[in-house]
């Protein structure tokens, strides 16, 4: 689980395809939108300021959660079940106060391309909305993106109200499983594990 509203890598500017920009004194953040891109995208270093897009709105209240929901993650959703007869719920996290986040975005990559897609006003509320997990293609990655409220406890992550994950105090070691505090400072490091 990383708590940030950076990406995991740097768009070059003119490249974004349909996501949308707040341009404002060349911040470039992504207000809403998608993207395919080659993986070249992954390899985008050294770009000017002006042309780097790696920001996804927030507001003062608001902070990003990206979950790696891959095959080899411990909150994977490879493999469940999205037929017709029995369809599974949508990824969720939760509060400890019972709030339920959807995701209102994912971060896919494969063997040839990179996805991006981010739609704070359109949740994600169906797993058939969401790329297709394989266990026999490891190259596939998936974080979902969740817009969680400022300065609550995260309790776990689900789908439906089934938790595939609990979440732990950042900095708490040992088995027992804990709430995970989203503050305005103190984020743990990109890329910290729960």
């Known amino acids: 689980m990383r708590i940030t509203e ?14 949308e920009l707040d341009e404002e004194n060349n911040k470039n953040i992504i207000l809403t939108g998608d993207a395919t891109m080659g993986l070249e995208v992954l390899q985008n ?9 790696q920001r996804l709105l927030t507001t003062p209240d608001t902070i990003i959660v990206q979950v790696d929901v891959s095959a080899a993650s411990k909150m994977s959703i490879a493999g469940q079940v999205r037929g017709q007869q029995r369809p599974e719920p949508p990824p969720a996290l939760f509060d400890t106060n019972g709030t339920k986040y959807e995701p209102v975005g994912y971060i896919y990559q494969d063997e040839t391309k990179v996805v991006v897609s981010f739609k704070p006003g359109e949740p994600i509320t169906s797993m058939t909305q969401l790329p297709n997990l394989s266990r026999s ?16 406890n995260l309790k776990h992550f689900g789908l439906g109200n089934k938790a595939l994950g609990h979440l732990r105090p950042a900095g708490a070691a040992g088995p027992e499983p804990g709430p995970r505090r989203l503050s305005g400072t103190g984020f743990p490091a990109r890329g910290a594990a729960p």
């Open 6 to 19: 950076m990406l995991p890598f740097v768009i070059q500017k003119g490249q974004h395809g349909n996501l």
């Open 45 to 53: 270093r050294g770009l000017e300021k002006p042309i780097q897009i």
């Open 137 to 152: 293609r490891p190259a596939q990655k998936l974080s979902l993106i969740f817009r969680c409220s400022r300065n609550v």
